[in-house]
């Protein structure tokens, strides 16, 4: 799990917009993961959520033992699974109507 979480974290690195990737294991319990990315704007988070990368986590999300937590964050509100899928669904757009506030999102 941690090499599949490290592969994706590796891909949207370089990735316009990412400010930070990072992977966490909880002490005393190792196989408790938290994968996080930052994005500069939630547009660049946006085409993050479309990305084949972001597919990749979402499979790694299916074989897990337990069932992962997802949500993704703004400055001003969270979300969760279900805008994934509203943004993994729907056609590009142009700039958000959201603007662009920091933005990441997060497994657990």
Known sequence: MVQ???TVMVQAGPQR??????????TGNPSSLCYVEQWSTV???QSQLRSPGFGMLL???ETAAEAPALEVRTATEQRGLEYVRTIRLAPPAGPSATGDHDAW???A
């Open 4 to 6: 599949a979480l490290t």
């Open 17 to 26: 917009g990412c400010v930070d990737c990072r992977l966490y294991a909880e």
């Open 43 to 45: 547009r660049d988070l």
């Open 59 to 61: 499979g790694i999300m």
């Open 105 to 107: 999102q997060a497994l």
